[in-house]
């Protein structure tokens, strides 16, 4: 009996640890269990509030590049338009980042010269630059991230961001930068009161753009507005054309005439280094009426013929100097436009077409010349029907060029072949922009801007029907439509950025319509003048920044 009840004793015991046992992995079990969830639940808000946060970015890549004029804000007001915004489950803070919008007013250029595949990029100072984001050197659009402004001067990049193409540039080129830098903070439930919060940063690639014409007026846009920039003592005369390479690098040309000073004499030559425009001495008297540059090694700009040896006129520059360079060519016509390709990609011109006064190469004819990158030379093939003045001239390609002129006459070079498509008007046109949008070669998109009609500037839109739809291989005539407003006045320019971002500049018009800039947001051309009160006629517009992806180095911000 002792022996059972000491059994019995044991047995308890026993019982007891094994039920303290099993107690405890539940509770450690149970617990686990908990843990794990809430984990799960953790990591779910976290990332939910970077979704979110990457959302508040989104908001600002709209608001600061929406084609709609009407919508978009400036760097200044990204907080005040961005703040506790709900989005799913939370709500974002987008916040302009101090120091922004970065803009390139201090002029920096590269300390050596960049090949095509380089992937780090040497200047000669980094102040006022963004710690990350995107420059623009020549028209390349090139990101960075992870440098410190005014002590880095080499940093790592990515090459041909948003549709550009990496190319080489050369000792001294002008660095440009304009962005916007924005964090934005994503919270679940709300960003005041977070249980998750994630914050995310990256800097927004921002518009800028020069109009020029008679006064002499020069016009900047950054990107929500119009404003009168001043200009150099002597440059007094009509300036009629503007290439941009970048925020740091743009080139304007213009009349000859009495009242210049120092290099503000001949025919004018400015060019705008992010912080003011100088005059660049011109080597001949003549008035200037087009030009393109390719990079800050090579341009080119064409003109009025003059004497001998100024027949045509074509000036070269090569980095330092403007020089004549016409082939030998005896031709006496003015040439009105020019427009150059590097089809290598090495920062100088090896295709290019000038256009001016009519029978400069056959009779009855058009005056079309070829660069071919060593001399230039009228192009078998030219229509006897294209015997009219051609005003403007633009390459898609080395197989893909138009050219326009009077009489509502359009020239197109497809393949090796010149013909004369139909544009169904008799008037003037005075300039073409084309758009390649799926990089074929092949324009597929594009307007061309002429003389008044019926009350309206007249503006055909190639391929894509006025109200929008299929295509038509067609110039369609959009003058009489809705989306032309009723300005009675002769439209001298048009741009470009993509699709659903063009302007048209032209002769002043009635009140309020002076002068006349045009903006096309993929729906409608609206007057956009900033409420400016200038009298003169604009002939030529300009406008760079970002295609189709603003966004450049994002990164997360730990706090």
């Not at 709209?62 to 489950?89: D, E, F, M, P």
């Not at 007026?217 to 950054?222: A, Q, Y």
């Amino acid at each position: 009996m002792i022996n059972g009840k000491k059994q019995k004793g044991v047995s308890l015991i026993a019982a007891v640890f094994i039920i303290v046992i099993l107690g405890f992995m539940g509770v450690m079990f149970v617990s686990l269990i908990t843990t794990s969830s809430l984990t799960s639940v953790n990591d779910l808000l976290s990332a939910q509030a970077l979704y979110v946060a990457e959302g508040g970015l989104e908001n600002a890549v709209t608001l600061l590049n929406t084609s709609t004029l009407a919508n978009r804000i400036t760097c200044a007001n990204v907080t005040a338009n961005l703040t506790a915004k709900s989005l799913g489950q939370g709500q974002f803070t987008a916040t302009a980042d101090v120091g922004s919008p970065f803009y390139s007013s201090a002029p920096t250029t590269l300390n050596g010269a960049i090949t095509s595949a380089a992937t780090t990029v040497t200047v000669f100072s980094t102040i006022g630059f963004a710690v990350s984001g995107r420059i623009m050197i020549d028209r390349e659009l090139i990101d960075y991230s992870g440098i410190t402004p005014g002590t880095t001067t080499t940093f790592s990049v990515l090459r041909g961001r948003d549709g550009t193409t990496a190319a080489a540039h050369a000792n001294g080129a002008p660095v440009g930068q304009y962005q916007c830098s924005v964090s934005s903070a994503g919270g679940i439930p709300t960003v005041a009161s977070p249980t998750a919060e994630r914050t995310v940063q990256e800097g927004i690639q921002l518009q800028e753009g020069w109009a020029v014409g008679a006064g002499p007026t020069m016009l900047r846009w950054n990107g929500t507005a119009w404003s009168s920039v001043a200009l150099p003592a002597g440059a007094n005369q009509t300036l009629n054309s503007v290439s941009i390479l970048s925020y740091a690098d743009a080139w304007v040309v213009g009349n000859n005439g009495g009242g210049g000073a120092g290099l503000c004499t001949n025919g004018r030559i400015l060019r705008w280094n992010g912080s003011s425009w100088a005059c660049v001495s011109s080597p001949i008297n003549q008035i200037l009426r087009s030009v393109f540059m390719i990079s800050s090694q090579d341009g080119w700009a064409v003109g009025n013929a003059g004497g001998a040896g100024l027949r045509p006129v074509i000036l070269q520059w090569n980095g330092n100097t403007w020089n004549l360079n016409n082939s030998g060519l005896v031709i006496n016509q003015d040439l009105y436009g020019v427009y150059m390709l590097d089809t290598n990609n090495d920062g100088i011109a090896d295709d290019g077409l000038a256009v001016g006064t009519r029978r400069g190469c056959i009779n009855p004819g058009p005056t079309i010349l070829r660069w071919n990158g060593a001399a230039w030379s009228c192009p078998a093939g030219l229509p006897a029907a294209a015997d009219v003045n051609l005003n403007a001239v633009i390459m898609a390609s080395s197989t893909d060029a138009w050219a326009v002129g009077a009489g509502g006459m359009i020239v197109r070079l497809s393949g090796a072949a010149w013909s004369t498509p139909a544009s169904g008007v008799a008037v003037a046109l005075n300039s073409v922009f084309m758009l390649d949008t799926n990089g074929d070669g092949v324009a597929d998109d594009g307007w061309i801007v002429g003389a008044a009609a019926g009350g309206k500037p007249t503006m055909l839109r190639w391929n894509i029907p006025c109200a929008g739809g299929v295509g038509t291989n067609t110039w369609n005539n959009c003058t009489a439509t809705a989306i032309v407003p009723a300005i009675n006045v002769a439209l001298n320019g048009v741009y470009c950025v993509y699709d659903n971002d063009c302007w048209a500049v032209g002769n002043a018009g009635g009140v309020g319509q002076r002068p006349v800039s045009l903006h096309w947001d993929g729906t409608t051309w609206i007057l956009n003048n900033s409420a400016l009160i200038i009298n003169q006629p604009l002939q030529e517009v300009y406008v760079i920044g970002p295609m189709k992806r603003p966004q450049a180095a994002w990164k997360e911000q730990f706090q």
